[in-house]
Each structure stands twice: as structure tokens, then as C-alpha cells.
């Protein structure tokens, strides 16, 4: 078992070592901040202090105030490379392991520290890309927090070779968005005709109205009815990934137009999707503000379903921290699936590894496991223009980055975009291309 020296233990730097050794690397650990009890330990330790406590056979790693303070505040973080790798907040001993204090970029990277502090937000309230230092380096797509975490672990086994670790296994998580179950069906009188009148006078779409017209009286699908095709696609790789759908249940308005809840068709198309996969509450647009509306609709899933609701991805990505997680817990949900960027991808907190959440506000680490996602489909389409195969080459660069790491690959689709239609022709391919890559990699561990 590896014994690590500390001088002090804080909730921070406990959470820290936590989720660097359990979680990541994996590994049997013990926190001291006895020095006898240290000097004393037979097997494998690890230092990490202001100055070196066991002599040179013990890897030193030399720390900075981050993981020790309380208060939260602007900070220096100095970013530079090391072996091709980004870095921050550098030490200067020459007998650190590391010329950087890895514990405490990982948690400024987990804990979203920069998003306490003052910073802009876009036009829905959110923290932007351009804010995070990962986005001003150019290290977003890089999985640092890992990366750190395989430095580590490298640093022990060049003093204790004969240290075993586990082999990460690489996982795959596709998920689903249910914004809109339905572009026709079940809209109700009044949408229904305002829908048509938008296609035939405002937009010149007449075969969108005859469209429309074949689909509500059954001699077409619907177009944005991709279940089947998507639970298809998935059963051919049932062992090597997790589908999980975010079914959007809010009431109606500007930016949540889902199908109503109360509609037998929609339910029983939830509940025949929950046969299958998992499914999670897909959080309106205003929820992640307004505890009873998150509370209202996770019951409305919890009753359609007869089950706990315990998953959340916000709608929008739309959510403050630390409040809109405060909001998920008072609800029976501990799984949220909204850390990541609707404008860029990449690894918004860092990693692609499922961590609990650190609250810096209360300081301490609270009963919500988030899981980071990598890509949206929107993200690479409509934000960023990208043709199909452009796509598909920023997804297996994306998917290779977590495999070097052996973390879990989560991305986003949306059932609608998956119709071949409105802007997304071709898109099908990319999802397909997507599930194949992603599972071909988690049997080449």
C-alpha cells in the first residue's frame, strides 16, 4: 500500500489524493501527517510537503498554497509545457519528481475554480470557453487532468519498480438528448397549424407542409423518430458501451419545446426506450436555477417510468455552480452529464474520468458524481461548420485522446439531428462512425 506524507490535511487536498489514486490510478492509499509514522512505513510513499520528508528514495512532489488554503482568489498559475505536456503552477526544488505542483493543477482543474471567480458569461447565462485557461493555451482537448495523474504514477514507479497499478480500462458513453421527440406529431391543434403556416408563407416550403401533413396522418414517420434506428445501432455493440437518453419534460416555451408529458404516445415511447437504456432527466432551460422546476419535472420521468430518476444533463448546458448541483442532490439525483462546452469540444474540468464534485464555496466534496463529455454533434455542426468527414476526424482524435488515457468517452447526439434532414444530411454516418470507432477501441486496451 502507498503511504502519502502530507503536513496537513484539507477537505481540498484530501478530495485531491482522492480522486488522483482512487479513481484515476486506482490504488490501495494511505494519508499521514505523522513524519515517524512515514519514515517508518515499509512499502511504497510518496511526499508531498513544501520541503522533502523521507530522503531522495521517496518521491517528493513539492506543493503550493492552492490544496492548503480555504479562501478563493485570483491565481498565478504560470502555464508552461513539460514534455510536450501542459502545465501548471510550477515549483522550483530540484528534487521535485515534477517542476510543477500536480495535485494542485488537478484540483483547480476539477473544482472549475476559475468559474468562482468573476468572469463573463454569454448571452444564456453561461460560463464561456474563452474564460478557461485550458481554451487561452490550447489545451483543451488534452486530458491534462489524467495526464497529471500518469505523471504520478510514474514518478512512484521510477523509486518503487516494483509498484503495481492497474491497467485503465477505456470506457464509451453515448448519450442521447430528447429536445424534441417529434418534428410533426403529437403538437397539439394549434402548433400543428402554426407549424404549416410557418413552412407554406414564411419559409416557401411547400413540401414541407405536405410533409407534414403525410406524417400526422400516418403515411410517413416522423422525422426526428430515430429510437429504434439509434437503440439498433447501439445493440450491435451492446457490451462495449452505455446508452443513455436525457428525456426533456419542462412546459413549453422559447427554449424548451418538448412534446407534452402527458401524451400516452410519448410516454410509452419513453417507456419502450427505458427497455433498453438508461434514461435521465434532461433538465429545462430555467431549471438549474429554480429547485421546484427541476423537482417537477425529474417526477414527471420518475412517474412515466416507475423508477428513481437519478441522472441529469441541464438543457442548454445551461447551469452555475455550485447552486445548480445543491438543486440536483435535494431531488434524488447524484449523476450530472452537463460538464462540458456547447461552443468548443474538449475536456471542460479537465478529464475524462467520472469524479465527485467539490464544492469551493462550502468547501467540501458533495454526493454528486459528474461526467465529463468530450464533443456535442451541435458543437461540430452548427457551431463550428464542420462537414461530416471533418467530424468524424475530430471524433477519433477526441476518442484517442481518452483511450491513451484510459478514461470513459462520453459524447452527445440528439435524436433529431439523426434524421438526414434540416442541415444534417449525412450525420448519420458520423454518429455510426462514431459508436464503431469508440467500440473498436474498448476490446484494443
Aim: with cysteine.
Amino acid at each position: 500500500m502507498l503511504l502519502i506524507y502530507v503536513p496537513k490535511l484539507t477537505n481540498r487536498l484530501g478530495y485531491t489524493i482522492n480522486v488522483v489514486m482512487r479513481d484515476i490510478l486506482q490504488t490501495d492509499f494511505a494519508i499521514t501527517t505523522d513524519v515517524g509514522t512515514f519514515e517508518r512505513h515499509k512499502g511504497p510513499r510518496l511526499c508531498y510537503a513544501p520541503h522533502p520528508v523521507g530522503g531522495s528514495a521517496v518521491p517528493f512532489f513539492q506543493s503550493t498554497r492552492l490544496t492548503f488554503d480555504t479562501t478563493i482568489e485570483e491565481q498565478d498559475c504560470h502555464y508552461f509545457l513539460y514534455d510536450g505536456i501542459p502545465a501548471l503552477f510550477p515549483v522550483y526544488s530540484n528534487e521535485a519528481a515534477l517542476p510543477f505542483d500536480p495535485f494542485a493543477a488537478i484540483f483547480f482543474m476539477l473544482s472549475r475554480y476559475e468559474e468562482y471567480l468573476p468572469h463573463r458569461k454569454d448571452e444564456h447565462g453561461r460560463f464561456m470557453p474563452t474564460e478557461s485557461i485550458a481554451h487561452r493555451h490550447g489545451f483543451l482537448q488534452i486530458a491534462v487532468v489524467d495526464r497529471w495523474a500518469l505523471m504520478i504514477r510514474d514518478a512512484i514507479l521510477r523509486h518503487y519498480p516494483d509498484a503495481t497499478f492497474p491497467t485503465r480500462v477505456f470506457n464509451f458513453e453515448q448519450t442521447i438528448d430528447i429536445d424534441a421527440a417529434y418534428s410533426y406529431l403529437h403538437k397539439g391543434f394549434f402548433r400543428s397549424f402554426m407549424g404549416a403556416l410557418r413552412d407554406g408563407i414564411h419559409r416557401h416550403n411547400p413540401a414541407g407542409v405536405r410533409r407534414r401533413l403525410r406524417v400526422i396522418m400516418g403515411k410517413e414517420p416522423d422525422p426526428f423518430d430515430t429510437f429504434d434506428y439509434i437503440i439498433e445501432k447501439s445493440q450491435q455493440y451492446k457490451k462495449r458501451n452505455t446508452l443513455i437518453f436525457f428525456a426533456l419534460l419542462g412546459d413549453y416555451g422559447k427554449y424548451d419545446k418538448p412534446a407534452s408529458y402527458l401524451n400516452n404516445d410519448f410516454r410509452q415511447l419513453l417507456q419502450h426506450i427505458g427497455d433498453y437504456s438508461k434514461i435521465g432527466i434532461h433538465g429545462s432551460y430555467y431549471s438549474a436555477g429554480d429547485p421546484l422546476c427541476i423537482e417537477k419535472e425529474t417526477q414527471r420521468l420518475a412517474d412515466i417510468l416507475h423508477r428513481p430518476i437519478v441522472r441529469n444533463r441541464y438543457h442548454f448546458l445551461r447551469f452555475d455552480l455550485p447552486h445548480a448541483y445543491h438543486n440536483l442532490l435535494r431531488v434524488g439525483i447524484h449523476h450530472d452529464y452537463s460538464m462540458g462546452y456547447a461552443e468548443v469540444p474538449g475536456f471542460r474540468c479537465g478529464t475524462c474520468t467520472t469524479v465527485p464534485f467539490f464544492d469551493l464555496g462550502s468547501d467540501q466534496e458533495i454526493d454528486l458524481k459528474i461526467h465529463p463529455f468530450a464533443v456535442m454533434d451541435t458543437t461540430l455542426n452548427t457551431h463550428l461548420g464542420l462537414s461530416p468527414d471533418e467530424a468524424k476526424a475530430q471524433l477519433h482524435a477526441l476518442v484517442d485522446e481518452v483511450h491513451t488515457v484510459g478514461g470513459t468517452f462520453c459524447c452527445i447526439f440528439h435524436n433529431q439531428n439523426l434524421c438526414e434532414a434540416y442541415g444534417w444530411k449525412g450525420w448519420r454516418s458520423v454518429y455510426e462512425d462514431t459508436i464503431k470507432y469508440a467500440a473498436e477501441k474498448s476490446v484494443t486496451q
